[in-house]
Every structure is written in C-alpha cells, then in structure tokens.
C-alpha cells in the first residue's frame, strides 16, 4: 500500500461518516416534517370540523327561531282576527303570517340569519276527502298533468280505492275485488298472463293517506305523474324503476298550465292530507283553483282561475299583498260576478271556505357557508275561557287579557268581556331535528 493511501484512509473513512451522518440527518428531518404535517393538518382538520359542527348548532339554533317567528305570527293573526267583530275571521295570503316582508326573510340574529315561510295547507285538496262522487276532479287534475283521459279514470279510481274502506272497485274494471281487478290491469300492463289464478293481486291498505308521498305506491301513479313531467325528481325515480314498469301511463302530450310562467305541476302539488277538507279560496294557487273550475264545467278555468287570483289583493297599488278584496265569506263568494254562475257546481265537488287551521312551516337557519332546514305542520285554534276568581289571580293571563280588552276597545257586551280568548299552536308533524 502506498504512503498516499495509507494517509488519506482515516480522513476518507471520517468524511464517509459524515455523509451517512448527514444522509440520517436529513432523513430525520423529512420523517420530523412529514409527522409535524401530518400533526398540523390534523389539528387543521379538527377545527374545520369543530367550526362547521359549531356552524350547523347555530344554523339549527336559527331555524328554530324561524318557526318561534312563524308561530308567533300566526297567534297574533287570530288575536287580529277576532279584535274587530264587524268583519268575520278569515284568513288570506296579505294576513301577517303570510307576508314575507313581516320579518321573515334573512332576519339578521346572532352570527347568522333565518327565513321562514309558511303555507296554507288548506290551499290544497285534502286527498282523503275523496269518493266516487267527486272522482272527476281526480281525473281532471291527472289530464291537466298529462294522462290521456282513459288513464286518468283508472288511476283516479285506483287513488279512491287505495284509501276508501271497502274492498270494492269504484271503476267497473272486471269481476272481482280491488286487488284482484287492478291485478288484471297490471298484467296487461307488464304483458303478464290474465288467467285469474296467475294473476298478483294488488294490495291496498283501505285506510286513510298518511302523507301524499302514499300516491307513489297507487297503481298508475308513475314518477312524471306525481312530480311532474320532466322533472329531475321524476327522471331519478324513473331510473329506479327500469324499462318497462308503468308503460302504460307515459305522458302522451304536454302538461296543460294555467299560465305560461307556471311550473310542471304533479300529484304532489295539488293535494294534502291535513285539514279539515274545504279549500281557502283565498290562498289557493291557480292550478288548483283551475282544476275545480275545469271539473265544475266553467268554458275558460284557467281564465277564470287567474281572474279570482289577481282579484284577491287588494287595488290600491301597492306593492305588498293586503286583503281588501279577500273573500270574507261564501257570502262574498256568491256576490262575485266571476264566481256566481260556476260557484255551486265547484262546491258540489268540493267545498270552499274562507278560514284555515292547519298550516306548514319551513324555516332555514345560515351561518356563512352552511344551512340547515326544518319544517313543520300545525293547526292553529283558539280556546275561550272565561276568566273567574281563580284566573283572575294569575298575572300573566290578566296582562293578556288586558293587552287583548285595548285591541278590540272593550266590548259592550259584557258576557263577552268576560271572555278570554287564548291563541294555541299544536304541531301534528315535525319534520328535522
């Protein structure tokens, strides 16, 4: 070995060293950086998640206090509406519950905002409160929609029969029960045999619709029907059910509107199941007005519809609903020239009335970038007391009783004035939590 190697040994070994020593050391580093990133974006992680679970408290927080808004409106309506005797009580869409500009949209609370909304179920058609002698409201509704009119008699009948309590057909289909008549109908539809011991019998619950979402279950109610022709809704649901389920009910022309800016009405549209089975003609939207008028047989329903819809605000010019020209009674109703000559044959198929009870109410509460919905169904109902020795002792009731003696500026009528007439909110169904 020569003198050169033999000197440079010990310092080429000692630089070696120091290149793995460095090699390890930054290998340390990386693995300290990657753990102190992984650390970092965890704890980054976690406070995005606890601000949007915070968010979304708050947001609920928030539409909680929307319905609290909505509730109250509709107690102080029915403290309005019972302060001045000379006009019956009756509600319509400028009433204080109904107007948007009444602190209900975007209200500015906490850290965020409500908006709330609520709707007259009652200017609905309660499905229930159908039987074959109104059946041809059903149907017209379904033609409107865009069955051909042959479909829409059966399916008007399946509708019927599905929550009507006896086991008989209401449309003379075939021999035999619902289930095995609509069993018929479906075989053919699904180019099954018709002998009568292969046929499914169709099932039907012979009990009143708990939710409209039930029509989805009815024979001939396919998913353009009760959304909607077109609808993204209806497209999904026909995804679901595949080729050839339902063939028999394709729409086979457009859907009949009201007006030209009205959306694709369905099923779900028109009905409710709540209420107490009149419809408000003074909150009633067009489609639903147009299709009793067209059932009663008037020569231009929806014309006419639009006319009692335009002529419910009231003529002053101004922008916001009020109720001057709200029906204030059946009364008022028959005195209407629009009205008169189509007003008995509607009502024949379904009542009218000018006053609600049951009413939804759908509140969304935002905290930047996050919203949370809930929404529920009330009925509204006022409970007279007379106020006695024992009432009297209870300060809250008096100051009530006080605030409502300045409304109606003390009645002459002194039974009355011993009255107590206390607003009360109950839900029947809450949607959320």
């Given at each position: 070995?020569?003198?050169?190697?033999?000197?440079?040994?010990?310092?080429?070994?000692?630089?070696?060293?120091?290149?793995?020593?460095?090699?390890?050391?930054?290998?340390?580093?990386?693995?300290?950086?990657?753990?102190?990133?992984?650390?970092?974006?965890?704890?980054?992680?976690?406070?995005?998640?606890?601000?949007?679970?915070?968010?979304?408290?708050?947001?609920?927080?928030?539409?909680?206090?929307?319905?609290?808004?909505g509730f109250a409106d509709l107690r102080n309506d029915m403290i309005?509406?019972?302060?001045?005797?000379?006009?019956?009580?009756?509600?319509?869409?400028?009433?204080?519950?109904?107007?948007?500009?009444?602190?209900?949209?975007?209200?500015?609370?906490?850290?965020?905002?409500?908006?709330?909304?609520?709707?007259?179920?009652?200017?609905?058609?309660?499905?229930?409160?159908?039987?074959?002698s109104n059946r041809i409201l059903l149907e017209?509704?379904?033609?409107?929609?865009?069955?051909?009119?042959?479909?829409?008699?059966?399916?008007?009948?399946?509708?019927?029969?599905?929550?009507?309590?006896?086991?008989?057909?209401?449309?003379?289909?075939?021999?035999?029960?619902?289930?095995?008549?609509?069993?018929?109908?479906?075989?053919?539809?699904?180019?099954?045999?018709?002998?009568?011991?292969?046929?499914?019998?169709?099932?039907?619950?012979?009990?009143?619709?708990?939710?409209?979402?039930?029509?989805?279950?009815?024979?001939?109610?396919?998913?353009?029907?009760?959304?909607?022709?077109?609808?993204?809704?209806?497209?999904?649901?026909?995804?679901?059910?595949?080729?050839?389920?339902?063939?028999?009910?394709?729409?086979?022309?457009?859907?009949?509107?009201?007006?030209?800016?009205?959306?694709?009405?369905?099923?779900?549209?028109?009905?409710?199941?709540?209420?107490?089975?009149?419809?408000?003609?003074?909150?009633?939207?067009?489609?639903?007005?147009?299709?009793?008028?067209?059932?009663?047989?008037?020569?231009?329903?929806?014309?006419?519809?639009?006319?009692?819809?335009?002529?419910?605000?009231?003529?002053?010019?101004?922008?916001?609903?009020?109720?001057?020209?709200?029906?204030?009674?059946?009364?008022?109703?028959?005195?209407?020239?629009?009205?008169?000559?189509?007003?008995?044959?509607?009502?024949?198929?379904?009542?009218?009335?000018?006053?609600?009870?049951?009413?939804?109410?759908?509140?969304?509460?935002?905290?930047?970038?996050?919203?949370?919905?809930?929404?529920?169904?009330?009925?509204?109902?006022?409970?007279?007391?007379?106020?006695?020795?024992?009432?009297?002792?209870?300060?809250?009731?008096?100051?009530?009783?006080?605030?409502?003696?300045?409304?109606?500026?003390?009645?002459?009528?002194?039974?009355?004035?011993?009255?107590?007439?206390?607003?009360?909110?109950?839900?029947?169904?809450?949607?959320?939590?």
């Amino acid at each position: 070995m020569s003198r050169r190697t033999r000197q440079e040994g010990p310092a080429g070994g000692r630089r070696r060293r120091r290149a793995v020593v460095l090699v390890l050391v930054l290998w340390v580093a990386v693995v300290l950086s990657m753990m102190a990133y992984s650390v970092l974006f965890q704890m980054s992680l976690e406070l995005r998640l606890t601000s949007m679970e915070k968010k979304t408290l708050e947001a609920k927080a928030l539409a909680r206090a929307g319905l609290a808004k909505g509730f109250a409106d509709l107690r102080n309506d029915m403290i309005f509406d019972f302060s001045d005797e000379t006009i019956p009580p009756f509600d319509a869409l400028g009433d204080v519950w109904a107007d948007a500009e009444e602190g209900k949209e975007e209200v500015k609370l906490g850290a965020g905002t409500y908006s709330v909304t609520i709707s007259d179920a009652e200017g609905l058609l309660n499905l229930n409160q159908f039987r074959a002698s109104n059946r041809i409201l059903l149907e017209k509704i379904i033609v409107r929609i865009g069955y051909e009119e042959e479909d829409a008699k059966i399916v008007a009948s399946a509708i019927i029969d599905y929550a009507d309590p006896d086991d008989v057909p209401v449309l003379e289909l075939s021999q035999g029960t619902e289930g095995f008549a609509y069993g018929v109908l479906r075989a053919e539809d699904m180019g099954g045999s018709r002998r009568e011991s292969e046929i499914e019998r169709v099932v039907f619950p012979n009990e009143p619709y708990l939710t409209v979402d039930a029509l989805l279950e009815v024979y001939g109610v396919t998913p353009e029907l009760y959304f909607g022709p077109g609808t993204p809704e209806a497209e999904f649901y026909r995804a679901q059910l595949g080729p050839g389920v339902g063939d028999r009910f394709q729409m086979s022309r457009r859907a009949r509107r009201a007006t030209r800016a009205e959306e694709v009405r369905g099923l779900r549209d028109y009905f409710t199941v709540e209420g107490n089975g009149r419809l408000n003609i003074n909150t009633a939207p067009t489609h639903v007005l147009a299709a009793v008028f067209d059932a009663a047989g008037a020569s231009d329903p929806d014309r006419l519809a639009e006319r009692i819809v335009r002529y419910r605000p009231g003529g002053d010019g101004r922008r916001r609903t009020n109720n001057d020209n709200a029906f204030k009674s059946v009364a008022d109703m028959q005195q209407n020239g629009d009205l008169a000559g189509i007003l008995g044959p509607a009502q024949a198929l379904y009542r009218f009335d000018v006053r609600s009870t049951v009413f939804t109410l759908t509140a969304t509460g935002t905290v930047g970038d996050v919203n949370r919905s809930l929404s529920c169904i009330v009925t509204r109902s006022l409970t007279q007391l007379n106020r006695d020795e024992d009432f009297e002792s209870n300060d809250r009731a008096r100051e009530r009783q006080d605030r409502y003696d300045a409304r109606r500026q003390r009645r002459q009528d002194k039974d009355n004035e011993l009255l107590v007439r206390n607003p009360s909110i109950r839900i029947l169904q809450w949607n959320g939590t």
